[in-house]
């Protein structure tokens, strides 16, 4: 028998239209290119979208048609969201830090017919489009008195307010089937060619409903969110769909996201949640640090994309009352997949047990489930101890890559992350590695993250990775390469000795090596690849 409740697809617009009607008065606020402040209010950020969306129709844009776009986190980014989106094409975000051979392959690769750029990323365009010969129009996204005096694009460029003031508001979003195509991001590709992930309207809202959740990022009405972590990498990790739902305030910080900018941002706008990557907080803190500063309403931040160090969890909330919300995710899993909030019987304990907690990814949202196998594909057990790859399921994670590409090959309707991790018998999921960045000594597996954990609590210690090193006897070693905390003059001998009685005897790195900056790739994970490239013969010699 089937129920008798109605039935309305999941669609992105749904968002916009419920932002409107019950939260139009609350206040987009966007640091722009041009270096001014821009705020209007969710009621003008739905009309500018359905003006938006007549013009993609008057440039001939279909259903299905990709339109890609190269700006940072701001108001205009934000209505080509739900314009592209809403009005059934689909909505390509482009990576401004990408090589432009990389930018012009997957323009290709997706086949975008329009490419909405930030004015500042012109050259990138325009050395884009000497490879990528498929879209037919460029808009830039500014005013008529910021177009530039001249260009090199082989094709039309169009304003982004032009286009805007020649059309009106009056559209209806049309009734799509929820499991349409309504967006496509590439992966970073640190191997091989980036592959696309495309999510569909069901997926997004769902993923939107449950990100949402008290013991996931715990957004509400009464929230100020500040996504530092770019539109362009999965959608700003879902913020700006689950503010619309939720009817938050919303603060993009456009280009500017050095340490100041963005404190200056949070303290003017009074920001209660920000969403970035570990080193891009890092900035943040060393500001705050610097000018004995204190945040009046930051409450949270999530921390995510790469591990978040044990010792930023520990200055958040001992120095700041800053809560951090450690989460996991990927780009095949739009991305959330784990948050770490505490269980009850948690709550109670001591501060050092519970930062070693956070220093975990955390537990499955739900809508996705988890397992760890081991080589043979046997599921392991939840025991915190042992470790294996880990797999997910679930209603928003990829089935398969934009045109079959290098194909995911889900394992029995699973798909494997290519992450290693272990989960304890709460529930909580802690990545050790990436399968890649294992280090096997002797047979056995130690873990990379712990190592640098342990090493960034040494307050002489910036940052801090930890790869494998060829090694004769052992197959391969701990090898840690260390920035210094400027001006330190801590020696290896020091560094190796902080970790005495931290980690087994035989995880201890067997050396130190100093570096002056740790490489970071599109998305602001480190690049260990390129360190193993340069000291995998470290201990055996050239
Ligand atoms: P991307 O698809 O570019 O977002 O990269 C996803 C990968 O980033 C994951 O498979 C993990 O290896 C890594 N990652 C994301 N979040 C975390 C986290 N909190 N801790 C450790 N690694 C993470």
Redesign the pocket.
Known sequence: MQGLMMQQPLLVSSLLTHAERHHGEREIVSRRIEGDIHRYSFTELARRSRRMANALSSLGIDRGDRVATLAWNGYRHLELYFAVSGSGAVLHTLNPRLHVDQLAYIIENAADRVVFFDITFLPIIEEVAKRATGPTVFVAMTTRAHMPATHQLPVSLLCYEDLMDSHSDGFTWPLLNENDACSLCY??GTTGLPKG?LYSHRSTVLHTLSAALPDALNCSARDTILPVVPMF??NAWGLPYIACMVGAKMVFPGPSLDGRSLYELIEAEQVTLSAA??TVLQGLLAHADEHQASFSSMRRTV??????PTAMTATFQDRYGVDVL????????S?LG?VCSFKSHQLGLPVEQRNAIQAK??RALFGIDMKIVDASGNELPWDGRSTGD?HVSGHWVSREYFRGENSARLRNGWFP???VAKIDPDGFMQ?T??SKDVIKSGGEWISS?DIENVATLHPDVLGAVCIAASHPKWDERPLLLVVKVPGSSVSSDELLAHFDGKVAKWWKPDAVVFIDSIPL?A?G?VLKNTLRDQFRNYYVGD
């Open positions: 992966t970073s992930v990498h999965v990557v570990p921390v995510g994309g790469a591990p978040c450690h989460a996991w995710g990927m780009t095949e899993l991305p784990t990814q955390g880990l992350t290519g992450d990545i590695d990436r993250i790739g998305t994970k």
